[in-house]
Every structure is written in structure tokens, then in C-alpha cells.
């Protein structure tokens, strides 16, 4: 018996829902589009757009919704990803990025739909939490002065 998931993150978009939703589920293996609402006669938009679709990223439920321009994502909310790898954080990094994305700092980013990620290499809060406590304030240090996080320069913070 398949129990559904109770909490699901929900996010709010203008009018490209669909298009967010192929680019989320595209960037992660175990991804897929669970179940779309599209709109009837009765709208509330064009007949046959995305009212909302549950899609599902590494295990983990969303409903992305067409809900107009009433509300904007901003920063106070972000999926943070874990990468082991320098190549997944550069691979997510280059494609949420695309089209419009932009770079912020200490591993963040807003793709070209606003919403705000976290590409954080697993090493990092092994690196934070140093024993060595100017170890890890280098690592901090060096973070903050990156945008993409660089797990090499990070690993050479710590030395």
C-alpha cells in the first residue's frame, strides 16, 4: 500500500508552470510528472493550459500551479540541493542558471523562473564543522567569497 505524501511544497507561478516543471524534472534521475490539472471550459485559464501539476525530484512532492502574477517567489524560500561532486554542482549550476538565471552568492542561485536554489556540495558542513576552528573559518571565509561553490578551493580553505 503506497501512502501519499502528506506535506508537499507548493509553488506559486505567473503562467509557465508546465515550462518549470519539464526543466525540474529533467535535471534529476529519480524525477517524474506524478498527475496534471489542466483547465476546462470553465477556466480559470485558456482551455488546455496547466491549471497545477504534481511532479516529483529525488523522492520528494511539488504542486506547481499557474496562479498569475499576484505573488513572486523570493529568497526567504530555496531548494537546497546536495551534490557530491564538482561536476553535479557545475551540471545544476549551468542549468538552472540558463535562460534568464542568475547567480547569487555562497552556493545560491535564482533560475529563470525566480525561484531561489541552494547547490551545495556534500562536503561542505563536513568542512564547517572542522575540529579545528581556523580550519573552518577559513572554509567560511572562502564560501563567502564564491558564488557557485567550489568543492577543490573549499578542500583547499580547510589545508
Known amino acids: 500500500m503506497t501512502t501519499a505524501q502528506q506535506i508537499k511544497t507548493f509553488l506559486w507561478f505567473d503562467n509557465n508552470a508546465e515550462e518549470a516543471v519539464r526543466l525540474y524534472t529533467s535535471l534529476f534521475k529519480r524525477s517524474r510528472i506524478v498527475e496534471e490539472l489542466r483547465c476546462g471550459d470553465s477556466g480559470p485559464g485558456p482551455k488546455g493550459a496547466i491549471l497545477t501539476a504534481e511532479f516529483e525530484l529525488e523522492g520528494q512532492r511539488f504542486v506547481a500551479m499557474n496562479g498569475g502574477p499576484h505573488f513572486k517567489f523570493n529568497e526567504a524560500i530555496s531548494l537546497a540541493v546536495t551534490c557530491e561532486t564538482q561536476d553535479e554542482v557545475d551540471e545544476l549550476w549551468s542549468k538552472l542558471t540558463a535562460d534568464g538565471g542568475s547567480e547569487s552568492q555562497c552556493g545560491w542561485l535564482k533560475d529563470r523562473f525566480g525561484l531561489s536554489w541552494q547547490i ?37 580553505a580547510a589545508r
Do not use: C, T
Open 120 to 156: 551545495i556540495p556534500s562536503a561542505l558542513p563536513r568542512l564547517l564543522q572542522h575540529p579545528e576552528p581556523a580550519k573552518a573559518a577559513r572554509v567560511m571565509q572562502a564560501m563567502m567569497q564564491m558564488k557557485k561553490l567550489d568543492i577543490a578551493r573549499l578542500e583547499e
